[in-house]
């Protein structure tokens, strides 16, 4: 349900978003929000900072598929992997996430990539182009849980 507010001399649209079995989150003027695996279950959770409030997390229990994710962490390139682009398919399609920082104002997401499989159980192929320019299959994977994966080094 969303509905026009006026804050100050500007006017906005809110949405009212229900959270069942705890009460409501009601408008609420934010400033930022970050998702995140905040509980590490395989869905994403949101957490929300508003102006003047506390810090809201909004944590995701409902029912989900399967999900793979991954902790990209750089050599030759930057350590975060920022920039890094992760291709995964399976036997529903192909799916692309990238990893980024700073997403929101004063807000930084989690830098993990997630991807949710939803009736899928297994994962055809995972390649990472790595902003150094070294593209790397991954091999192995396994739905249901995150898995580091380490750039190589060149000539290895």
């Known amino acids: 349900m969303s509905s026009r507010q006026r804050f100050g001399r500007r006017q906005a649209t809110v949405e009212l978003v229900y959270l069942r ?6 408008p609420l003027l934010a400033r930022g929000s970050a998702s ?14 508003s102006s003047g409030g506390a ?58 990539v997630h991807f949710g499989l939803g009736a899928s159980t297994a994962v055809k192929s995972v390649e990472i ?11 192995g994977v396994q739905p249901g849980r995150y898995q580091p994966v380490t750039e190589p080094l060149p000539g290895r």
Not at 21 to 26: A, I, N, S
Not at 129 to 139: A, D, F, H, I, Y
């Open 21 to 26: 079995g705890h009460g409501t989150l009601g």
């Open 36 to 49: 995140a695996d905040y509980d590490n279950d395989g869905d994403l959770d949101i957490a929300v900072s």
């Open 55 to 112: 810090l809201q997390l909004l944590r995701n229990d409902g029912k989900h598929g399967n999900w793979v994710g991954f902790a990209l962490v750089g050599r030759r390139s930057n350590r975060g992997g920022i920039g890094a682009r992760v291709t995964l398919e399976t036997d529903r399609g192909r799916q692309m996430r990238e990893v980024r920082a700073g997403e929101s104002y004063l807000s930084s997401s989690d830098p993990r």
């Open 129 to 139: 182009r790595w902003p150094s320019g070294v593209v790397q299959k991954v091999e």
